[in-house]
């Protein structure tokens, strides 16, 4: 089983209008909602390859309700939530499908007390202990008590021996580096946040993924490039892998469907580019429809077709 840990999830809402008109009436065509959060992605993408995965949100409210709800009956996946007293943001896109262009909308993350945060750790302690590999996922609603989440969580897996992928950014991802994760997943705009100058040219990256390597003995180092791929590094092992050109409809969550590919290709101990070329081939497969983590295997199996792979 993959564990998803989402400590910031989401009501993920979208609002097909036409052209948006600001401080004017904006009546919409129709709308989805999907339980949002990278965790909550990542869950339904490795349910979407047919592996088992189940999601543990940090929720609370009405709001932190639905998710859950959502979750269960909408993706099919089993939910861990994790209750706190502060309701769960809603994001709400606007999407002017003329144009295409998107318009999000963020609440700000509920408040996550002491008692709380340690009611986190004391789950994750629980449910860590049934899986085969966890990935933790985004930032943290409230840095006042869970800046160092990713670190606590870290060492209470490292205990548990089970392996850790790790996705995030800013200070959250910074401090959930200290616990030695086996894999990290920056995008190229988290990894120059981290290096402090911009990664510009192929050279810079690849010093960056050799940093992850030196720095914090991180075993598997996945730079995502957004539409121009990926870098990949283990072992001595590097690949460039870039995707068929496609026409993209919502990019969305694709870097979770990526996350979703290597968790699996690590719990199931595929080769590196096995595993590489199957993360971004979800990855891929994600940004071909509106709806995150609402692929097929089938559309994953033939965009990997089309994967190219280099050796450096």
Known sequence: ?????????????TLFTGTLRPGG???ARAWSAVPGGKGNNVARAVKAMGRESASMPVTGGHSGRHVVDMIEHQDGVRCLPVWIQGATRTIVTVLEEDTGRQTPL????????ESEAQGIRDAFAQHAAEADLVTFNGTAPDRTTLLDIYRELGEIAAELNVPVLLDSHGPEFAEGLKAGPAAVKPNLREAEELMGHPLDCLEKR??????????????????????????????????FLQPPAIEE????????????????????????????????AA??????????????MDEVERVAGEVTVSRF
């Not at 963020?106 to 996550?112: I, M, R, S, T």
């Not at 719990?267 to 993360?279: I, K, Q, R, W």
């Not at 990855?283 to 097929?296: E, L, P, R």
């Open 106 to 113: 963020f609440e700000p993350g509920p408040e996550v007390t």
């Open 206 to 239: 690849w010093r960056a993924v050799e940093h992850f390597h030196d720095a914090y003995r991180v075993s598997l180092v996945i730079l995502s490039l957004g539409a121009e791929g990926a870098l990949v590094s283990r072992g001595g092992e590097r690949l």
């Open 249 to 280: 409809i919502n990019a969305v969550g694709s870097g979770d469907a990526l996350v979703a590919g290597f968790a699996i290709g690590m719990t199931e101990s595929m080769p590196l580019e096995t595993m590489a070329v199957l993360g971004v």
């Open 25 to 27: 009436k904006n009546q």
């Open 283 to 296: 990855g891929t497969a994600n940004a071909m429809s509106w709806d995150i983590g609402h692929f097929t």
């Open 1 to 13: 089983m993959i564990l998803s840990v989402t400590p910031n999830p989401c009501v993920d809402k």
